[in-house]
């Protein structure tokens, strides 16, 4: 493994969780354009439109265009083999929540599971699998309608 495939992995990890905090759905979706997501072995997605839209409507988003939260990923574990132009890592995830009415919390915690695949362009997301391990009041995160 070199620095530079675990830096750009290490980038893939924190650039979903900017663009999930920044609600941008779309910037969300491309970072699967050709790679699938699954949240706590159901709600499976592929592709770029499929994120999107599984993004768009399990979310809620607030007068500021954002869900009002940050993913805070630590711990990651990157596994990178160079030759065959894979990897996989293991992270975990805390997600914190904070609105007018509702004091800065913790709102759920768990790991992240990533297979990745490095073509011309560098290395993209080929799988992510979510499991929330533990869960706080996630009725301001969470469309009613995707409970």
Request: hydrophobic share 40%; proline share 3%.
């Amino acid at each position: 493994m070199t620095d530079s495939s675990y830096g750009q992995i290490a980038n893939l990890l924190a650039r979903y969780a900017f663009v999930t905090d920044d609600g941008d759905f779309a910037a969300l979706g491309r970072l699967f354009a050709q790679g699938s997501f699954a949240l706590n072995g159901d709600r499976l997605a592929h592709g770029a439109a499929a994120v999107t839209e599984l993004a768009e409507r399990v979310l809620q988003i607030y007068e500021d265009g954002t869900p009002r939260t940050r993913h805070v990923t630590t711990n990651l574990l990157i596994d990178v083999d160079e030759q065959a132009g894979t990897a996989r890592s293991r992270s975990y995830f805390t997600v914190f929540q904070s609105l007018p009415d509702l004091p800065l919390q913790p709102i759920a915690a768990g790991h992240y599971q990533d297979r990745f695949v490095r073509d011309r362009a560098g290395w993209r997301f080929a799988e992510r699998a979510v499991s929330t391990d533990f869960t706080g009041d996630t009725s301001h995160h969470v469309r009613p309608s995707a409970r």
